[in-house]
């Protein structure tokens, strides 16, 4: 016995070693860690169970019967993190490229279902060159396998893919179907069809970080949600996610102790906000006065940022903030906006996150490319993403709160639960220029001085159907209060919500605007 131990002792240090120190140092000389010191860093110290590690593929034909190599270029298994259980598979690039092949995929699609069933978060770390092409049809079967299992645990446990090297083809199609995506600059790469394909089809010349890279995808694609400059802060940062999240639709977020006092006023928020609705002012200062110790995580930063959509804690528990930001496109809402916000408030919704919107939108984007682009479609997911949202809902209204961008920002006409504003707020169907235009329009013409009777009417406008109460008067807005409450408000109400239940209407599902 102590023999065949010693045997398999021997061989566990093989594979823990690696495939061979040329591959390893080919790994690092491209900047990149290796699988199992990427798992390292994920998970806490010691934690990490591996499943199936002496797995081989038993594939033959182009030399593969000549080797298979332990693992099959993949590892999987569980630990922890911060001390709950999460579920990892992680490419190994050194292996077949992290190709993708049968007894490959296999591994995933089980590990996969142990997540689902045990009810915690999944994390993928990728760095593979996509289907193994020598095992041909077999090879994208096992994409579809992944494929069906993403959708099949969407809003039952919090999926995470970390692109931590290339990611072509149908391979780019799990990433896109899980709650986040993590990228690292210069070494991740995400496109359907690569450099080379792009040149022969289409004639355009391209590198494959201008094509699929980290900075593309956060900024101008909204494919990733977070990107960073090297792998050890990225991973940190997925471990601060998770400890944001549940591990299921079962489970709220974890609460954590806080210092911070719940009725802490926040009296910088009345010099913070400009009276004027037309004058710019960054709205994450606002998030960091009203969350715990200032500290929020934004999703999506660097893509759409006319809205903002972030994690954050307040009095210990976990909610979601999606706010209009004055100081991009003056917070209106276009198509990406609407994108980015309507999936935010499902994730929010899903996973038992509370959500808290903070308006001062002037409305939509004008336009002839917004109106073809199908501004309505996409405005309508996010109407939709809150009608069906059934958590703890609050908003406050800033400043200015226009037309039908009123209506989608959770208004208390979709559902929200309670609706605050702050005296600055200003709520119609537009703004007060635009409005007498409108209906003034004859008086203003046979003025004898058109600009001075433009500015009375208006006066007048404002006054009898934009004043900070008119709203309130007809129970729209459950409230008016200090800026300086905002927090110990908020605050108060989530503590009441946080028992709230709604049933849905019996229905397979919906079918939402795309």
């Not at 993708?100 to 990728?126: C, Q, R, T, Y």
């Not at 080379?196 to 004639?203: C, M, N, P």
């Not at 977020?253 to 928020?269: F, G, M, N, Q």
């Not at 159907?465 to 807005?477: D, I, K, Q, T």
Request: aromatic fraction near 6%.
């Amino acid at each position: 016995m102590r023999s065949h131990v010693a045997e398999l002792a021997g061989l566990r240090a093989r594979v823990l070693a690696g495939p061979s120190e040329k591959a390893t140092a080919a790994q690092k000389a491209k900047g990149k860690l290796t699988v199992r010191e990427r798992i390292g860093l994920l998970l806490d110290e010691g934690s990490f169970h591996e499943v199936e590690q002496l797995r081989r593929h038993r594939a033959t034909g182009f030399g593969l019967e000549a080797k298979k190599p332990h693992t099959d270029g993949v590892v999987t298994g569980w630990g922890t993190v911060e001390g709950r259980t999460v579920f990892v598979y992680a490419h190994d690039f050194r292996i077949f490229g992290g190709a993708l092949g049968e007894a490959h995929a296999a591994k995933i699609h089980k590990i996969m279902d142990m997540a689902i069933a045990a009810g915690a978060p999944l994390v993928s770390l990728n760095d593979g060159a996509g289907a193994r092409i020598q095992e041909g049809v077999t090879a994208l079967a096992g994409y579809g396998g992944i494929f069906r299992r993403n959708t099949a645990a969407s809003g039952v446990i919090p999926q995470i893919s970390v692109m931590l090297g290339p990611c072509a083809g149908g391979a780019a199609y799990s990433p896109a179907l899980t709650d986040f995506v993590f990228m690292v600059r210069e070494t991740s790469q995400m496109f359907i069809t690569g450099p080379d394909v792009v040149k022969a089809v289409t004639g355009e010349e391209i590198t494959q970080n201008g094509l699929g890279g980290a900075d593309v995808h956060a900024e101008t694609s909204g494919v990733c949600h977070f990107a960073y400059d090297d792998e050890e802060t990225c991973l940190e940062e997925v471990r601060y996610l998770l400890s944001l999240l549940p591990r299921n639709n079962r489970e709220t977020p974890p609460p954590v102790p806080c210092d911070d006092p719940a009725d802490r006023r926040c009296e910088t928020l009345a010099d913070l906000v400009p009276v004027d609705g037309n004058r710019p002012y960054d709205m994450t200062k606002v998030i960091e006065e009203i969350v715990d110790d200032g500290d929020y995580l934004e999703v999506h930063q660097r893509w759409a940022r006319n809205i903002i959509c972030a994690l954050a804690r307040m009095d210990g528990q976990v909610v979601g903030i999606v706010a209009n930001q004055p100081q991009a496109l003056a917070g209106v809402l276009d198509i990406e906006a609407s994108e980015k916000a309507a999936r935010f408030v499902q994730m929010c919704d899903a996973f038992s996150i509370p959500l808290i919107t903070l308006l001062d939108v002037p409305g939509f984007l004008p336009g002839v490319g917004q109106e073809h682009g199908g501004i309505i479609r996409h405005g309508a997911k996010l109407l939709y993403a809150y009608c069906d949202a059934t958590v703890p809902r609050i908003s406050l209204i800033l400043r200015k709160a226009y037309g039908g961008a009123y209506i989608v920002m959770d208004s208390q006409s979709i559902g929200a639960d309670l609706t605050y504003a702050w005296p600055t707020n200003e709520i119609a169907v537009m703004g007060a220029e635009g409005a007498a235009n409108v209906i003034f329009r004859r008086q203003i013409a046979e003025a004898a001085d058109p600009e001075t009777m433009r500015a009375e009417l208006v006066k007048e406008y404002k006054a009898e159907l934009m004043h900070p109460y008119y709203a309130a008067e007809r129970g729209l807005v459950d409230d008016v209060i200090d800026p300086a409450e905002t927090r110990e408000v908020l605050i108060r109400s989530l503590r009441m919500l946080r028992t709230k239940h709604a049933d849905r209407p019996a229905r397979k599902h919906g079918n939402p605007p795309q």
